[in-house]
């Protein structure tokens, strides 16, 4: 099986050796910088920059608002606010404020991807900003607060420790299923 | 002029074979009339009509479609009917200015070409892909009335790539590196992150699908392909990989794809795609001409491997019968499954389960939600019964 092959291209190719193949060639910092930004939930990756609730109230009325509604209650888009204590129960309602277990993920998904009609044109300042002004819609910081690459990434999110992780096979026989897959 | 003669007959003979009286009335077997010339690519008959169905969203670039299941014969998607799911669009790539860059925690970051990446060796093999929402409907029993729509969101194709580990393996990953951040490079630049033991076990990234380039729909000119993953992970248009000490906790694998349980904590990284079938002659929407004998087909895969077995009942679930499986059988592939079944007009209700090597029973629906609840949204996997009713009609008994 291929598998197997590979197991022993890898064996063979200890990290401080040189390539097996040798194809391709070395990335530029321009490349590595061209693909965009790629922030971790410590913060790795966060550029500089700053934003404040104020600053962000006006981003997210310019660009924003008309998917997302006033105040992020939901139109188009998404419901961004609101929710908390809802999960287990009948109705949970999943927002930013209720489920997102990481304030670097809104810095990471409003640079990457919104506006939805025109994504990855926002500057960092006026990332930090939307989502500064989205956090503090959910009383998750205070108006006087302002989000940078320090400050961002220490916000404790309401559901940080709601996430578990995947127990299956938990139905369906469960003493079988474990064998992975190939 | 004998040539042409025998070719003739030849195509009187094909009208015959295929549908008699209607055939002979198509244009280019009428007596002195050629058919239409050869073509550069090929197209489908006008009378065949399956396609995929689109669930309307408020905007035209995001959402999904969905396989005609029904219509399916065999165990491979054609690429034109592949399901899809699209999060800002499908971007318009030159594979010639395309390029996959590898950095992070790699001794030697790595920018390659498509054609670079296709000088490596090569592994090609049928997997099924399956979005982590497919049939995600049933959890609250508002499902759609046929099998195209409620369990559409799955497909079986052939893919050709050059493996993960290879190419991580050229870059040098270093020590303590435990993940990989893949990226597409659509307008959203769709972002999840992989466990570094998955990426050396068996991903591909894949550049080709059924014998040609992949769609652009389905990642043109790179993608990953994982085997038994849920379709999300499965990036498309990759441009680049981030080999990184952490998961890096993306939107599409924290707001999305994690499931909800009943006590409010969520589950995250349910990666796997766990065995399922459904029975896809007779399913909802369609109609038994009249009693008498007929084939039961439907499809079966299981992310985690081969599958062992498919049973069907017809008394809604009291009596299991084993049913015929299409060899060979394939890993995280389509298995067809059959029976023949005797209609005598009374009122039936049908379902499949299928059991994947690694001894896995696919569950019933209230078996899932016992543990889940109905807000899990994602990976439902439960046997869908479809009602034939006396008069033929065949019905989604959740709806």
Redesign the interface.
């Known amino acids: 099986m291929?598998?197997f092959s590979?197991a022993l291209?890898?064996a063979a190719?200890a990290?401080?050796q040189s390539?097996?193949?040798?194809?391709?060639?070395?990335?530029?910092p321009e490349?590595?910088r061209?693909?965009?930004a790629?922030?971790?939930?410590?913060g790795?990756g966060l550029p500089e920059g700053s934003g404040t609730v104020a600053a962000g109230r006006e981003v997210f009325a310019a660009n924003c608002v008309r998917c997302h509604g006033e105040k992020g209650v939901g139109d188009?888009g998404p419901q961004l606010v609101g929710g908390q204590g809802t999960?287990?129960t009948?109705k949970?309602v999943?927002t930013?404020g209720s489920?997102?277990?990481?304030a670097?993920?809104l810095w990471?998904?409003i640079n990457?991807?919104m506006p939805?009609d025109k994504?990855?044109t926002l500057k960092p300042a006026e990332v930090y900003a939307a989502a500064a002004y989205i956090l503090n819609l959910n009383g998750i910081i205070e108006a006087g607060q302002v989000m940078d690459a320090k400050s961002l990434p220490k916000v404790k999110m309401p559901n940080r420790d709601?996430?578990?992780?995947?127990?299956?096979?938990?139905?369906?026989?469960p003493?079988?299923?474990?064998?992975?897959?190939? | 002029m004998k040539e042409q003669a025998s070719r003739r007959r030849i195509l009187r003979m094909g009208a015959v074979l295929s549908g008699g009286m209607l055939a002979t009335k198509d244009a280019a077997l009428a007596e002195g009339q050629l058919g239409t010339p050869l073509g550069p690519y090929g197209e489908r008959s006008t009378y065949e009509k399956a396609v995929r169905w689109r669930r309307d969203t408020?905007?035209p670039e995001t959402g999904s479609s969905f396989t005609p299941l029904a219509d399916s014969v065999g165990t491979l998607t054609p690429s034109s009917l592949h399901y899809e799911r699209h999060?800002?669009g499908i971007p318009n790539i030159d594979p010639a200015a395309h390029?996959l860059?590898?950095?992070g925690m790699v001794?030697?970051?790595?920018?390659?070409?498509v054609a670079?990446?296709k000088?490596?060796p090569s592994?090609t093999r049928t997997l099924v892909l399956e979005c982590g929402g497919n049939s995600g409907a049933e959890w609250a029993a508002q499902t759609a009335p046929d099998v195209q729509r409620s369990f559409g969101l799955v497909s079986c194709s052939e893919w050709t790539g050059v493996?993960l580990?290879?190419l991580l393996?050229?870059?040098?990953?270093?020590?303590g590196a435990t993940w990989v951040?893949a990226?597409g490079a659509d307008?959203?630049?769709m972002?999840r992150s992989i466990p570094m033991a998955k990426a050396?076990?068996?991903i591909l990234v894949a550049y080709g699908q059924n014998g040609e380039a992949l769609r652009p729909a389905q990642g043109y000119p790179l993608r990953l392909i994982i085997?038994?993953?849920e379709g999300n992970t499965n990036v498309k248009w990759l441009?680049?990989l981030?080999v990184?000490d952490?998961?890096?906790?993306?939107?599409d694998e924290?707001?999305k794809y994690?499931d909800?349980?009943?006590?409010?904590?969520?589950?995250?990284?349910?990666?796997?795609m766990?065995?399922k079938s459904v029975i896809t002659f007779p399913s909802g929407g369609q109609k038994l001409p009249g009693q008498g004998l007929y084939e039961l087909t439907g499809l079966a895969w299981s992310?985690?491997?081969r599958i062992e077995r498919v049973e069907i009942t017809t008394d809604g679930g009291k009596i299991w019968v084993k049913a015929d499986l299409q060899e060979p059988r394939l890993?995280?592939a389509f298995t067809r499954f059959r029976l023949p079944w005797r209609f005598d007009g009374r009122e039936a209700v049908i379902a499949s389960r299928a059991v994947?090597?690694?001894?896995?029973?696919?569950?019933t629906r209230e078996?899932?939600i016992?543990?889940?609840g109905v807000?899990s949204n994602f990976?439902f996997?439960g046997s869908k019964k479809w009602r034939v009713r006396a008069d033929g009609t065949v019905t989604n008994v959740e709806v």
């Open positions: 291929w598998r590979i291209a890898l190719a990290l401080a390539p097996k193949y040798g194809v391709g060639r070395a990335a530029t490349e590595i061209g693909v965009g790629i922030i971790a939930p410590d790795t188009i999960l287990a009948a949970p999943k930013v489920y997102w277990p990481y670097t993920t990471d998904y990457r991807a939805f994504p990855g709601g996430f578990v992780s995947d127990p299956r096979p938990d139905v369906g026989r003493d079988a299923g474990k064998k992975t897959a190939r | 408020k905007t999060h800002a390029r860059v590898i950095h001794e030697r970051p790595l920018s390659l070409s670079e990446i000088r490596l592994v493996p580990a290879l393996a050229e870059a040098g990953a270093r020590p951040i990226e307008a959203c630049r972002e050396m076990e068996n085997p038994g993953w441009h680049s981030k990184a952490q998961a890096y906790m993306a939107r924290t707001s994690t909800l349980m009943p006590d409010g904590k969520a589950r995250i990284f349910t990666y796997q766990e065995a992310g985690r491997g890993p995280i994947d090597e690694s001894g896995y029973v696919q569950p078996e899932l016992a543990v889940r807000n990976h996997n």
